[in-house]
């Protein structure tokens, strides 16, 4: 069974950091690729960044690029989401999702095979 775990979310002043974690477990994603999404209060879920897990090429929404930086462990089978500089815009609830096979980058929900529960992260000005 695959899990996916998010954690290191919480309450954070704006400017500050934070460095979000996703811990799979029930298989490796070796020849796939994991993202982040998050969803705001009130709107929908968003793309956030994605990582082909063989050569950890990334690909990031325009509203994540410079503040954002997805990383990962093969070893620990891990994903890392750094948010640097936080904004108040950036509450929100964060998942990590993962896909079976990749066959190239896709920001698109439905392409993801597997969830996590999510980590929430509220920034106050």
């Known amino acids: 069974q695959v899990q996916l775990v998010e954690s290191g979310g919480g309450l954070v002043q704006a400017g500050g950091s934070l460095r979000l974690s996703c811990a799979a477990s029930?298989?490796?994603?070796?020849?796939?690729?994991m993202g982040w999404f998050r969803q705001a209060p009130g709107k929908e879920r968003e793309f956030v960044a994605t990582i082909n897990w063989s050569d950890g090429s990334t690909y990031y929404a325009d509203s994540s690029k410079g503040r954002f930086t997805i990383s990962r462990d093969n070893a620990k089978n891990t994903v890392y989401l750094q948010i640097n500089s936080l904004k108040p815009g950036d509450t929100a609830v964060y998942y990590c999702?993962?896909?079976?096979?990749?066959?190239?980058?896709?920001?698109?929900?439905?392409?993801?095979?597997?969830w996590g529960q999510g980590t929430q992260v509220t920034v106050s000005s």
């Open positions: 029930g298989r490796t994603f070796s020849g796939s690729a």
């Open positions: 999702a993962a896909r079976k096979a990749f066959d190239g980058v896709s920001t698109a929900q439905r392409v993801y095979d597997y």
